[in-house]
Every structure is written in structure tokens, then in C-alpha cells.
């Protein structure tokens, strides 16, 4: 069989003047955008940018009535948290180093979620790997979705597409059951898929037969 090797390397440091020019141009497309904008604030943070960096991202997009869906970890995350993201999604990793709790199945996931939106998110999920996706609302509502069987490729990227899942049914406003769903769905179709990012929409469908969602609350 053969393998992935994943080579992550810091990115460029970014000096005072192109964040300031970076901030502005945020600033400028949130301020002039006709309809509600999603933004999505996923990865590390680049060397000479504070680990707050997040969540004053998070404070600027709501001021303008933006929804933010969050993907990081470590202090960025931290931080962000208390700028009360719309949506947060981490991996089992990410949860597990956030909590200093393991996480042994669907019920301990749920503790970390709830922990979560006590932090400040409003709605979260936890990608785990081949086990499936939990997600959790601020109104304590729990789901629980099945990864399909399948014969992987590479799964690197695939955390971004369900993040990438969640924050499409957001704007197509489904509802959370078919959220869920997509969002597995996603994740699952770039483990098949010819490199990350390049999961094809007829095996995003194709998969989305195959998940169950329980209703864990």
C-alpha cells in the first residue's frame, strides 16, 4: 500500500504594515457586501501576527453581521472562543489539546462541545476521523453522524471540507440533520479524491446515502 507523507512548514512572517493593509481590505469587503457574509477563519496563524488575531477577526465580521466559522487550535483558538464564533469545528486532536480531556467516543465529545460553547461558541462540531462527526447546539441539541466505509487515498484537507460543508448549508440555511450529513459527506469524498480540496460533487452525493445521523440528546 502506499502512503502520505504531510510536510507543514511555517508560513511567511507578516510584518505591522501588511496586516494593517490586510485588516483594511477585510474591513472594506465586509462593509460593502450586499448580503450576509460568511467568513471562515481556518489554520495557523503566520509568524508576526498575535495569537488574538482570530478573535479580533471574529469582533470585526459581527460587527458587521457576518457569520464566522472557525477551524484552528491552540492559543488562536483559545482566544477566539471568546469572541463568541458562530460555529467552531476541530478535530479530535485539536479537542483533545483544548480540553486536556481524551476523547473515547461520542459521549465524550459532547462534554468537549458543550465545554466549548460555554467558552463562547454558538454552535460546534468535532470531526473524528473514520468514527464519524458530532455536532452540538447552543440549545444542547446533539447529532451524531457515521464516516462511511471507504478506501481512503489521503484524508489530509479533509477537516477543511467539512468545515467547508457546514458553512454552505449555512447559507443554503438547511437544516441541522442535513448539515450534519453534508458536512460527513464532504470530509468523507475528499478522502477518495484525486488530491485535497478536489472532492467531486456526485461522491459527495453518492456518500451522503450512506451516513446516519442519531440524535444523541
Known amino acids: 500500500m502506499g502512503g502520505v ?12 504594515e501588511e496586516l494593517q493593509r490586510f485588516m483594511e481590505s477585510i474591513t472594506k469587503l465586509l462593509k460593502e457586501a450586499s448580503e450576509q457574509t460568511t467568513v471562515i477563519l ?13 478573535k479580533l477577526l471574529v469582533e470585526l465580521a ?3 453581521d457576518s457569520r464566522v466559522f472557525l477551524d484552528a487550535s491552540g492559543d488562536p483558538f483559545k482566544f477566539a472562543l471568546a469572541g463568541k464564533p458562530d460555529f467552531v469545528k476541530p478535530n479530535r486532536a485539536e479537542a483533545e489539546s483544548w480540553s ?7 459521549s465524550s465529545a459532547n462534554e468537549i462541545l458543550g465545554a466549548m460553547l460555554k467558552a463562547g461558541a454558538v454552535v460546534g462540531a468535532i470531526t473524528l476521523g473514520s468514527t464519524g462527526l458530532i455536532w452540538r447546539s447552543s440549545t444542547g441539541d446533539t447529532l451524531f453522524a457515521n464516516a462511511p466505509k ?13 468545515l467547508a460543508g457546514f458553512a454552505f448549508a449555512a447559507q443554503q440555511q438547511l437544516l441541522p ?3 450534519v450529513r453534508l458536512a460527513t459527506a464532504c470530509g468523507a469524498a475528499n478522502c477518495i479524491a484525486a488530491g485535497p ?19 444523541l440528546a
Open 42 to 54: 481556518s489554520g495557523s496563524l503566520p509568524e508576526g501576527v498575535s495569537s488574538d488575531q482570530y
Open 100 to 106: 486536556g480531556q481524551a476523547i473515547r467516543g461520542p
Open 197 to 215: 480540496g478536489c472532492a467531486r460533487a456526485q461522491d459527495i452525493a453518492s456518500l451522503k446515502e450512506q451516513i446516519r445521523v442519531e440524535n
Open 5 to 16: 507523507t504531510e510536510i507543514l512548514e511555517p508560513g511567511q512572517r507578516i510584518s505591522t
Open 150 to 162: 471507504l478506501s481512503a487515498r489521503s484524508c489530509v484537507g479533509s477537516g477543511d471540507s467539512a
Open 177 to 179: 440533520v442535513d448539515a
Open 62 to 64: 459581527h460587527e458587521f
